[in-house]
């Protein structure tokens, strides 16, 4: 069934792609995506405020940089505001939303303004299920490497980079030796989420479309629905003639479906040899490889455990190719690639009762393909003598409709620790119809040893109980999950430096 939205630009929108001279307000500003929109908004002339629940680490790196940051509840945007970009967690009977009604002021979400953004510039957005902070982070570090000076902003933060987004050149020097030839746009990379078929709202020269599975059930009605919510997505693509060039999974991407009939330029990565871009995973040796018309153009020894993330690095490596880098340094960017926060995250040890000394990872993993891909990752890369999972199902209504799938994903656990399901979006009704214990009930039907343990202070204390020497701890999940991780090794730190 269509999406019932309309995926190409407007008229209105193409004619003021640099927000020069406006004042724009940035309501929710302290995330990793809009703190980098605000800088870069700025950048591009315009004057910037913003607003947030509490402060932090990005809300004061925005005051260090001259930027009107308050703190706490505001009923009234500033006088001067005639632009209002609100983060999605700023619903929309907001009193800065309300207040914008009230005065006539223009309102952009924050997909609409990374959209506007991006015109004028060689726009890359990176979409999929999965994947999509890493291959985007993969990306920028690469292109930062490789000299071509990119913009970024993805969902985590990539220490490698300086965190979660970075501005760089609106322009670039023309690749032409005539200096008559002047220069091209500068290079934006940008996470594109399918929720409420926000990435419609993007205007990109390339992009990639690394996975598509069953998820947001609670927007789209079927994977039917979201494969359509893709193709419409890859239809914003401009003509191959004007540089467009979509790069979609040859495997699980439903390529067929969504590349039919498209203008763009369209090419295939995966493992398979029909792929344009074939890619070849030792995952004992952690090398990757990417042959391309029969013959290898990239090797490189990575950092990164996983056959989820050679296909990352390798979309990664393929599409700075396509911007322009050399294969070599793309190569040599992609194997000092350390990774980002939460994936695959090594937090530290903890002592255990019998002795000896636990590993704890940490991990966003919130989706059953990525738990299970993440899972098999780790017992492969350090063949734990047993593998502990912590995992805090996020909504209500992705654990309900996925149960079954999140029943097999962990199969791969020796013990799985379930708290209560984080809270987000969800109805009270949808709250009541499933719970962690159904979720413990399946893992346990599915020969999996589970348990249901609240709240994170009694988890913390479960494990550091039943931890054993040789264990590898994995805390996994979108919500506050992390600070379980990070108890277990401050706390083994803590009394360490007390003894």
Same mark, same amino acid.
């Given at each position: 069934?269509?999406?019932?939205?309309?995926?190409?630009?407007?008229?209105?929108?193409?004619?003021?792609?640099?927000?020069?001279?406006?004042?724009?307000?940035? %309501?929710? &500003?302290?995330?990793?995506?809009?703190?980098?929109?605000?800088?870069?908004?700025?950048? /591009? +002339?315009?004057?910037?405020?913003?607003?947030?629940?509490?402060?932090?680490?990005?809300?004061?790196?925005?005051?260090?940089?001259?930027?009107? !940051?308050?703190?706490?509840?505001?009923?009234?945007?500033?006088?001067?505001?005639?632009?209002?970009?609100?983060? %999605?967690?700023?619903?929309?009977?907001?009193?800065?939303?309300?207040?914008?009604? /009230?005065?006539?002021?223009?309102?952009?979400?924050?997909?609409?303004?990374?959209?506007?953004?991006?015109?004028?510039?060689?726009? !890359?957005?990176?979409?999929?299920?999965?994947?999509?902070?890493?291959?985007?982070?993969?990306?920028?570090?690469?292109?930062?490497?490789? +000299?071509?000076?990119?913009?970024?902003?993805?969902?985590?933060?990539?220490?490698?980079?300086?965190?979660?987004?970075?501005?760089?050149?609106?322009?670039?020097?023309?690749?032409?030796?005539?200096?008559?030839?002047?220069?091209?746009?500068?290079?934006?990379?940008?996470?594109?989420?399918?929720?409420?078929?926000?990435?419609?709202?993007?205007?990109?020269?390339?992009?990639?479309?690394?996975? &598509?599975?069953?998820?947001?059930?609670?927007?789209?009605?079927?994977?039917?629905?979201?494969?359509?919510?893709?193709?419409? @997505? %890859?239809?914003?693509?401009?003509?191959?003639?004007?540089?467009?060039?979509?790069?979609?999974?040859?495997?699980?991407?439903?390529?067929?479906?969504?590349?039919?009939?498209?203008?763009?330029? !369209?090419?295939?990565?995966?493992?398979?040899?029909? %792929?344009?871009?074939?890619?070849?995973?030792?995952?004992?040796?952690?090398?990757? +490889?990417?042959?391309?018309?029969?013959?290898?153009?990239?090797?490189?020894?990575?950092?990164?455990?996983?056959?989820?993330?050679?296909?990352?690095?390798?979309?990664?490596?393929?599409?700075?190719?396509?911007?322009?880098?050399?294969?070599?340094?793309?190569?040599?960017?992609?194997?000092? @690639?350390?990774?980002?926060?939460?994936?695959?995250?090594?937090?530290?040890?903890?002592?255990?009762?019998?002795?000896?000394?636990?590993? &704890?990872?940490?991990?966003?993993?919130?989706?059953?393909?990525?738990?299970?891909?993440?899972? /098999?990752?780790?017992?492969?890369?350090?063949?734990?003598?047993?593998?502990?999972?912590?995992?805090?199902?996020?909504?209500?209504?992705?654990?309900?409709?996925?149960?079954?799938?999140?029943?097999?994903? $962990?199969?791969?656990?020796?013990?799985?620790?379930?708290?209560?399901?984080? $809270?987000?979006?969800?109805?009270?009704?949808?709250?009541?119809?499933?719970?962690?214990?159904?979720? !413990?009930?399946?893992?346990?039907?599915?020969?999996? *040893?589970?348990?249901?343990?609240?709240?994170?202070?009694?988890?913390?204390?479960?494990?550091?109980?039943?931890?054993?020497?040789?264990?590898?701890?994995?805390?996994?999940?979108?919500?506050?999950?992390?600070?379980?991780?990070?108890?277990?090794?401050?706390?083994?730190?803590?009394?360490? *430096?007390?003894?």
């Amino acid at each position: 069934m269509s999406s019932g939205t309309d995926p190409s630009p407007t008229r209105e929108i193409r004619t003021d792609p640099d927000f020069r001279g406006r004042n724009v307000h940035f %309501a929710g &500003v302290g995330g990793s995506g809009m703190s980098g929109l605000a800088l870069m908004v700025r950048r /591009r +002339g315009a004057r910037c405020s913003g607003t947030d629940s509490a402060d932090g680490p990005v809300v004061e790196e925005l005051r260090a940089s001259g930027m009107a !940051v308050s703190v706490g509840e505001s009923d009234a945007l500033p006088a001067s505001c005639d632009l209002l970009i609100a983060s %999605a967690a700023i619903p929309a009977d907001h009193p800065l939303r309300l207040d914008a009604a /009230r005065r006539g002021i223009e309102v952009l979400s924050y997909a609409e303004a990374v959209g506007r953004a991006m015109l004028g510039r060689t726009a !890359v957005s990176i979409a999929g299920t999965h994947g999509k902070s890493t291959t985007a982070s993969m990306l920028a570090y690469v292109l930062v490497r490789c +000299g071509l000076d990119p913009s970024f902003i993805a969902g985590a933060n990539c220490r490698q980079l300086g965190g979660g987004s970075r501005v760089g050149a609106d322009r670039l020097p023309n690749l032409a030796d005539d200096p008559a030839a002047g220069d091209r746009p500068g290079i934006f990379v940008a996470e594109a989420c399918e929720f409420n078929r926000s990435f419609h709202h993007h205007h990109p020269t390339i992009a990639l479309i690394n996975n &598509v599975e069953e998820d947001h059930l609670d927007f789209y009605a079927s994977i039917d629905e979201i494969v359509e919510s893709f193709r419409d @997505f %890859a239809r914003i693509l401009p003509a191959a003639t004007l540089g467009g060039r979509l790069l979609i999974a040859h495997e699980g991407g439903h390529r067929r479906e969504i590349s039919a009939g498209l203008a763009c330029g !369209v090419a295939t990565f995966g493992f398979s040899p029909d %792929a344009d871009h074939q890619v070849f995973f030792d995952a004992a040796a952690r090398r990757i +490889g990417i042959l391309e018309n029969g013959a290898f153009v990239a090797e490189w020894t990575t950092r990164l455990a996983g056959h989820h993330n050679a296909l990352n690095a390798a979309a990664a490596g393929i599409l700075a190719h396509w911007l322009g880098a050399d294969w070599d340094e793309i190569a040599a960017a992609l194997a000092d @690639f350390e990774g980002v926060d939460r994936r695959m995250q090594l937090m530290g040890t903890m002592p255990t009762a019998d002795g000896g000394v636990a590993t &704890v990872f940490d991990d966003y993993g919130h989706h059953p393909s990525e738990c299970e891909a993440t899972l /098999r990752a780790l017992r492969a890369a350090e063949d734990p003598k047993r593998l502990i999972c912590v995992f805090q199902p996020h909504q209500h209504s992705r654990t309900r409709f996925l149960l079954d799938q999140f029943a097999h994903g $962990f199969s791969q656990a020796d013990l799985v620790v379930v708290p209560r399901i984080h $809270f987000v979006r969800d109805s009270e009704e949808e709250r009541r119809r499933i719970s962690s214990g159904d979720l !413990v009930d399946r893992l346990r039907t599915q020969g999996t *040893s589970a348990m249901h343990v609240h709240p994170f202070e009694a988890i913390v204390e479960q494990l550091e109980a039943v931890g054993r020497d040789g264990d590898l701890i994995v805390v996994m999940g979108a919500g506050p999950v992390w600070r379980i991780g990070r108890s277990l090794v401050d706390r083994a730190t803590n009394h360490g *430096s007390s003894t």
